[in-house]
T-cell receptor, first 116, second 113 residues
Framework: AQKITQTQPGMFVQEKEAVTLDCTYD???????LFWYKQPSSGEMIFLIY??????QNATEGRYSLNFQKARKSANLVISASQLGDSAMYFC?????????????FGTGTRLTVIP | EAQVTQNPRYLITVTGKKLTVTCSQN?????MSWYRQDPGLGLRQIYY???????DKGDVPEGYKVSRKEKRNFPLILESPSPNQTSLYFC????????????FGPGTRLTVL
């Protein structure tokens, strides 16, 4: 079974609107961390936001927030007030076991296009 | 500046010609990893290292070797590259004390003809 599922290969959003990128995960480990990364056309991986499985509140970083629904095993990324520079690939990832080794399991990504 | 560096950034080679992609980090991180990224598959871990002289296989280790002789360096070795190893490769590192971080290098785009 896939550990991370991103069901939206591509998304479009109007500039200045909000957009939600979906991510569901599968793990039986009670300790895990969830990450979102942005990959622009230049190729680098840019860290956006992190949510730990024991965190009580949803993570927020500027215009990015993570809608963490533990019972549903979902960790959707919400981008508010979209900008043209937000056009990129977005990857959801999970690490099992907070103190564990370095493996991040990645989803297949969502390509976001912001329309002027 | 805290960073992970990779070299080369771009490489075109031929089947069977041994190559090494270097990775170096200046943050004294214990954990380092190599990933490959292929269209429609996301990133998949090749090998990881938890400290000097401690390495282990990730999800797709076939055709690759690594070594960790120094804490800062984690080279990826392709002894006999094949066309199915054409991919975008990322090195990553993190401190074992910081579960909420993962630093990625800029990526190496490899083409094997």
């Amino acid at each position: 079974a896939q550990k991370i599922t991103q069901t939206q290969p591509g998304m479009f959003v109007q500039e200045k609107e909000a957009v939600t990128l979906d991510c569901t995960y599968d793990t039986s480990d009670p300790s895990y961390g969830l990450f979102w990364y942005k990959q622009p056309s230049s190729g680098e991986m840019i860290f956006l936001i992190y949510q730990g499985s024991y965190d009580q509140q949803n993570a927020t970083e500027g215009r990015y927030s993570l809608n963490f629904q533990k019972a549903r095993k979902s960790a959707n990324l919400v981008i508010s007030a979209s900008q043209l520079g937000d056009s990129a690939m977005y990857f959801c990832a999970m690490r099992e076991g907070i103190g564990g080794a370095n493996n991040l399991f990645f989803g297949t990504g969502t390509r976001l296009t912001v329309i002027p | 500046e805290a960073q992970v560096t990779q070299n080369p950034r771009y490489l075109i080679t031929v089947t069977g010609k041994k190559l090494t992609v270097t990775c170096s980090q200046n943050m004294n991180h214990e954990y380092m990893s190599w990933y490959r990224q292929d269209p429609g598959l996301g990133l998949r871990q090749i090998y990881y290292s938890m400290n000097v002289e401690v390495t282990d296989k990730g999800d797709v280790p076939e055709g690759y070797k690594v070594s960790r002789k120094e804490k800062r360096n984690f080279p990826l070795i392709l002894e006999s590259p094949s066309p199915n190893q054409t991919s975008l490769y990322f090195c990553a590192s993190r401190s074992k004390r910081e579960a909420d971080t993962q630093y990625f290098g800029p990526g190496t785009r490899l083409t094997v003809l």
